[in-house]
């Protein structure tokens, strides 16, 4: 486990994760290779609703710094630029799109034994400044993130978070959207290799009087392929399942039913990622 608390992104992050990480709608195609000195180029094709993109990534990592291209098939070129360390206990992350200048970003963290700071702004002339702070320990940590704008001089975004971990669970509430959302989640790993998860979210948006309660886990049924189900109280049920071809290499089907309306054409995607 970490030092610290964690980044605020890290409250409610496993359950997150568990309930949408793998769950594809299109056809995608990885390619990666990585050589000895540092560098790594991933080729990525997608196909989704008849139209076809991609992007080719280029990665290279050296001593304490990470950089990052990519360029799309829109003729996008984005950069990241990740220095790990500067100052002590610090990463500072740039990044910037060509040709949108006005999506440049400096983000800057701070990590503590007790104490987390994270700080983004928009590289523009009325810059938006986003501000997160997270206080506690591996086990307990509660935080709190805003966003706030400086041409119109108001704090469009701020929510609150509070989490508990354990070795073999975390549980997570958040309170979002200006305070009209509350969610709350739950994970525990049933086996001490972590292998099989049972996940639990519910959240409820208090102006519409809407609530949404979701379910789901993952079981491994062998050490090449594993398994992943979720479902919703509005009958959306999603399927995963994940097989490692050969090395690092995996191949992952993904499928989304609507059961109370079986009629309807259900959701496919399929994504292959080979790595040599």
């Given amino acids: 486990m970490s030092t610290g608390p964690g980044l605020f992104s890290d409250i409610g992050k496993k359950a997150k994760d568990l309930l949408t990480r793998g769950y594809v709608s ?17 080729s990525t094709a997608v196909k989704k609703g008849g139209r076809s993109s991609g992007d080719v990534s280029v990665q290279y990592k050296y001593m304490n710094i990470l950089a990052d291209a990519k360029v799309d098939t829109e003729s996008n070129v984005s950069t990241t630029l990740t220095f790990t360390d500067i ?55 509660l935080g709190a993130e805003a966003t706030y704008e400086t041409a119109s001089g108001k704090l469009t975004k701020y929510n609150a978070g ?9 549980a997570a509430i958040i309170l979002a959207d200006k305070g009209d959302t509350i969610m709350a989640s739950f994970m525990h790993h049933l086996d001490a290799k972590k292998k099989t998860a049972a996940v639990g979210e519910v959240s409820r948006r208090l102006s519409s009087n809407e609530n949404t309660f979701t379910v789901g886990g993952s079981f491994a049924i ?16 999603g399927a995963v399942l994940q097989h490692t071809v050969i090395a690092k290499s995996t191949l992952t089907i993904s499928s989304e039913f609507d059961t109370k309306a079986l009629d309807k054409t259900p959701k496919f995607g399929v994504a292959l990622a080979l790595v040599p």
């Fill in 26 to 42: 299109d056809h995608k195609l990885s390619v990666s290779t990585y050589s000895d000195t540092g560098v790594a180029l991933t």
């Fill in 87 to 141: 100052v002590p206990s610090t990463k500072t992350i740039a990044s910037l799109k060509f040709p949108d200048y006005n999506s440049g970003k400096l983000e800057v963290q701070y990590f503590h034994h007790h104490a987390t700071l994270s700080t983004v702004v928009a590289l523009k002339h009325s810059p938006i400044v986003d501000l997160s702070v997270t206080l506690g320990t591996p086990t307990f940590a």
């Fill in 162 to 170: 509070i989490s508990l971990t354990r070795p073999d669970s975390c």
């Fill in 222 to 237: 062998d050490h090449l392929t594993n398994v992943k189900l979720k479902l919703n109280n509005h009958g959306r049920l």
